[in-house]
């Protein structure tokens, strides 16, 4: 069965610092990757995906994220970060080979906290 | 959030009801989903459709109920059966079934317990 990491509960940053929030995952062949974000009391907001191809995925609002095999990682990240990037960040992850549907697989979220 | 709404926002279950959620989206998908979101637990589907008049259980159906009678519409069942329903709903949906997919969210619904 496949399962996702995202070891850190909360990450704090300075505005105008990079930011990275971590992800591994577990499947068995390969995987598309996914992150995702939510602000309070909202539903989840598309950020980007890996399916294929170059390992350095761009997505909405800036943000990027680097699918890494060998380290069976995809971690998100962001160049200068903003206060309004605070929010709860998920990573999903879903094997290439396998049957029952679209069914992704969640990290528990990771509390981003940009502070001026 | 565009293109797929839950309502109500908040719903309040008494001991022994059954509540429904309802999930809706014009974005012409195929596949629609419900996921259950606790705090510290990432989210966890209960129920997934794949096209109308089908519908597959989860990772955590029991007391839960779907339906699957028109596309743009996926209701969802909580009954007396869910002892614990006090969560945050998630309702997605993809354009098709295909796993590159992506799966896009509503804004969810709160289930709170009188």
């Known amino acids: 069965a496949q399962s996702v990491a995202q070891p850190e509960d909360q990450v704090n940053v300075a505005e105008g610092n990079p930011l990275t929030v971590k992800c591994t995952y577990s499947?068995?062949?390969?995987?598309?990757l996914f992150w995702y974000v939510q602000y309070p009391n909202r539903g989840l907001q598309f950020l980007l995906k890996y399916i294929t191809g170059d390992n350095l995925v761009k997505g909405s609002y800036g943000f990027e994220a680097e699918f890494n095999k060998s380290q069976t990682s995809f971690h998100l990240k962001k160049p200068s970060a903003l206060v309004s990037d605070s929010a709860l960040y998920f990573c999903a992850v879903r094997p290439i080979l396998t049957g029952g549907g679209n069914k992704l697989t969640f990290g528990t979220g990771t509390q981003l906290k940009v502070e001026l | 959030d565009g293109g797929i709404t839950q309502s109500p926002k908040y719903l309040f279950r008494k001991e022994g009801q059954n509540v429904t959620l309802s999930c809706e989206q014009n974005?012409?998908?195929?596949?629609m989903y419900w996921y259950r979101q606790d705090p510290g637990q990432g989210l966890r589907l209960i129920y997934y459709?794949?096209?109308?008049?089908?519908?597959q259980k989860g990772d955590i159906a029991e007391g839960y109920s779907v339906s699957r009678e028109k596309k743009e519409s996926f209701p969802l069942t909580v009954t007396s059966a869910q002892k614990n329903p006090t969560a945050f709903y998630l309702c997605?949906?993809?354009?098709?079934?295909?796993?590159?997919?992506?799966?896009?969210f509503g804004p969810g619904t709160r289930l709170l317990v009188l």
């Open positions: 459709s794949q096209i109308v008049n089908d519908f």
């Open positions: 997605a949906s993809s354009r098709g079934v295909g796993i590159q997919e992506t799966q896009y």
């Open positions: 499947v068995s062949g390969n995987p598309y």
């Open positions: 974005l012409n998908h195929d596949a």
